[in-house]
């Protein structure tokens, strides 16, 4: 008899795990505090808002830290998180709480473009859609990102989890092991990874106010990125961005993943892929 099927783990699954959750609750606390501090007390002022949607290990720490280099742009992390003291708390994940803590966030930043990371299951967890921040943010832009091989991407969580180490900045060494992947995990992680792009992305609401980008495409020339495409997204001007972040993984899979050869095939098909493009715009036909 065949082993029963397992539920395929949601993409929370490969997060960062929270570590002393009273302390969390306590730091959540202060923070909640100041944000209510700022947005009752403080002169509101005109500002862009920022969103960037992404899956965890998709590149968004590099992105995020990127953008809080530019002089215009501040940025919060995953404001929506039940794990960061910054975030919701999971009883609170609900869509009127969920936007109330977006607008106490932003108001509490002070750059002309205002922005924060939302985790796709993160905002699904909160009943929310692409076209709910377009309703409630009519100004905001949008950052899509998303990582072309999830294979390099669930390797990534994997590894992260397994040392501990979540990023790598310079004068520091980054943590090499080899990691076991299973098949169906690997499978599980793909269908769960491309359902939340595509639930996101299926009504094309996003694309006059947002872009799409690939991990590989922001690293391949970062400066060529933020130049063409998110400066004028942003409406400021081009400025070259900076981190002090580096690559943790750099080896190629074949000296990463132990039973490379097992899963060699799955690795190399298009289910392990991710390749997103925004469909051509309808032509409007004129009135006879």
């Known amino acids: 008899m065949s082993a029963p099927e397992q539920p395929a783990p949601s993409a929370a699954a490969w997060a960062r795990p929270t570590r002393n959750i009273a302390a969390v609750e306590l730091q959540r606390l202060r923070h909640k505090l100041k944000l209510l501090r700022r947005y009752w007390l403080a002169l509101h002022r005109p500002h862009t808002p920022l969103f960037v949607l992404a899956t965890y290990r998709s590149g968004s720490n590099l992105l995020l830290d990127y953008l809080r280099s530019l002089p215009q742009v501040q940025c919060y992390s995953e404001v929506l998180s ?12 609900n869509p009127k709480l969920a936007l109330q803590h977006l607008r106490y966030s932003l108001q509490s930043l002070q750059a002309p473009v205002r922005g924060c990371k939302l985790m796709l299951d ?17 100004t905001a832009r949008y950052i ?19 040392t501990g180490q979540w990023v790598v900045h310079r004068g520091h060494d ?6 076991a992947i299973d098949p169906l995990e690997l499978q599980w992680f793909c269908e769960e990874t491309r359902r939340l792009y595509d639930s996101l992305l299926a009504d094309g609401v ?32 081009p400025h070259e ?10 080896r190629p899979l074949p000296e990463r993943i132990v039973n490379y050869a097992e899963i060699e095939s799955l690795l190399d098909s298009p289910h392990c892929r991710l390749s997103y493009r925004w469909p051509p715009s309808p032509v409007k036909r004129s009135a006879a």
Request: aromatic share 4%; proline share 7%; with cysteine.
């Open 206 to 237: 996003l694309r006059s106010c947002g872009l799409l980008l690939s991990y590989e495409e922001l690293t391949a020339d970062p400066a060529a990125v933020f130049a063409g495409k998110i400066c004028p997204l942003l409406g400021i001007s």
């Open 144 to 162: 899509v990102l998303y990582r072309e091989s999830l294979a390099e991407q669930l390797l990534s969580a994997r590894t992260a989890r397994e």
């Open 241 to 250: 961005p900076r981190t002090t972040m580096l690559k943790q993984n750099p």
């Open 174 to 179: 980054s943590q090499q092991i080899r990691i």
């Open 122 to 138: 993160q905002l699904a967890a909160c009943r929310h859609t692409a076209g709910d921040l377009i309703d409630a943010f009519p």
């Open 82 to 93: 039940p794990r960061l003291p910054i975030g919701l708390r999971r009883i609170d994940q």
